[in-house]
C-alpha cells in the first residue's frame, strides 16, 4: 500500500508556465513533508520542505501547499525553466513519533518545453 | 559546502557475491540513512543509524547489513547478491538537531550479473 500518492506521473508544460504536483497521505503521524528534486543518474536533491503547522511555504520559485484537514499537499513551480526538467518526489516521515525514514511518493516527471 | 560523500559510485558484481558500500555524511551530522532506487522507482528507505546505533530499519533483506563507525562514517554489506538487488543505493545524512533535513550523497549504481 503506498503511504503517500503522488500525481501525475508526467507533466508537460512549456517554459514559464506553472507545473503544479500533488500528494495525498493518510498515515495522520507524519508531520514532515518534503520535495525532492532528482536527475537521472543523480541523487535526489531537498528543494524545499513543511511542517503542518503552516499552510503555505515560498522558497525562491518553489511553492509548498499544504492543506492538513485533506491530508493533501502540493508543489507549485513558478516560472518554470527547461532546466527544472527532472524528476519531483514528495516524501514524508514522522519526527514526532521518532521515526525520521522518508516514505516517497512514485515521482512525477516533468518536462519543460522551451 | 562539503556533500555527502559515497563510494564506489558504480560496482558490478556476480551473483552470490558480496559487496560493500561505503558513506561519509555531511560533517557534524549524526545520522545515516540507506535508501534503494530500482529503475524507475521511488528510494525504499533500507536502514538508519543516529549516534553510531541502529535507529531505525525498513525493507532490508537479511543478507544485507550496515554499521556505523566511531567517525560516523557507513557501511552496508551486502552478501548472496541476487540479480534484483540491481539498483541506486543511496545514503543520506542529518543533523537531528537542525530540523532532520536529508540531504543525499550521489549514490552507487551497484549492477549485478
Known amino acids: 500500500q503506498q503511504q503517500v500518492k503522488q500525481s501525475p506521473q508526467s507533466l508537460i508544460v512549456q517554459k514559464g508556465g506553472i507545473p503544479i504536483i500533488n500528494c495525498a497521505y493518510e498515515n495522520t503521524a507524519f508531520d514532515y513533508f518534503p520535495w525532492y528534486q532528482q536527475f537521472p543518474g543523480k541523487g535526489p536533491a531537498l528543494l524545499i520542505a513543511?511542517?503542518?503547522?503552516?499552510s503555505e511555504k515560498k522558497e525562491g520559485r518553489f511553492t509548498i501547499s499544504f492543506n492538513k484537514s485533506a491530508k493533501q499537499f502540493s508543489l507549485h513551480i513558478m516560472d518554470s525553466q527547461p532546466g527544472d526538467s527532472a524528476t519531483y518526489f514528495c516524501?514524508?516521515?514522522?519526527?514526532?513519533?521518532?521515526?525520521?525514514?522518508?516514505?516517497f511518493g512514485k515521482g512525477t516527471k516533468l518536462s519543460v518545453i522551451p | 559546502a562539503a556533500g555527502v560523500i559515497q563510494s564506489p559510485r558504480h560496482l558490478i558484481k556476480e551473483k552470490r557475491e558480496t559487496a560493500t558500500l561505503k558513506c561519509y555524511p555531511i560533517?557534524?551530522?549524526?545520522?545515516v540513512y540507506w535508501y534503494q532506487q530500482g529503475p524507475g522507482q521511488d528510494p525504499q528507505f533500507l536502514i538508519s543509524f543516529y549516534e553510531k546505533m541502529q535507529s531505525d530499519k525498513g525493507s532490508i533483506p537479511d543478507r544485507f547489513s550496515a554499521q556505523q563507525f566511531s567517525d560516523y562514517h557507513s557501511e552496508l554489506n551486502m552478501s548472496s547478491l541476487e540479480l534484483g538487488d540491481s539498483a541506486l543505493y543511496f545514503c543520506?545524512?542529518?543533523?537531528?538537531?537542525?530540523?532532520?533535513?536529508?540531504?543525499f550523497g550521489p549514490g552507487t549504481r551497484l549492477t549485478v550479473t
Open positions: 513543511i511542517r503542518p503547522d503552516v
Open positions: 560533517p557534524r551530522h549524526d545520522t
Open positions: 516524501a514524508a516521515s514522522s519526527e514526532g513519533a521518532g521515526s525520521y525514514q522518508l516514505t
Open positions: 543520506a545524512s542529518s543533523l537531528v538537531r537542525g530540523g532532520y533535513e536529508q540531504y
